[in-house]
C-alpha cells in the first residue's frame, strides 16, 4: 500500500511521470525500504527546497504505514 501511494504522490507533482520508478526491499528490523527514482529534470521537484517535499512525502507516508517505512531518493545522475 505504501509504495502505490507513495506514486500517486510522486506521479503528480513531477513533469515525467512515466520515469518514476520506486523499487521495495525489506530491512533486517521487518521495515520497508522504497527506493525512488525519477527523471534527472524532475529530483530537484522530489526533494523540494531545503528537503521539505521530501520531507513531507516521508510524514505521510510513515502516516499510513503500519509499519516502519523508509524512503530513499536516489540521484541517478551519478
Known sequence: MEKEAL??????????PKDVRIRSS????????LRVQV????????????????TALRTV???VSDHH?????????R
Open 7 to 16: 506514486r500517486h504522490l510522486i506521479t503528480n507533482i513531477v513533469d515525467h
Open 26 to 33: 525489506r530491512m533486517r528490523d521487518g521495515g520497508e525500504l
Open 39 to 54: 527523471n534527472p529534470e524532475d529530483i530537484g521537484r522530489v526533494i523540494g527546497r531545503s528537503g521539505r517535499t521530501a
Open 61 to 63: 507516508i510513515q502516516a
Open 69 to 77: 517505512t523508509r524512503i530513499d531518493i536516489v540521484d541517478v545522475r
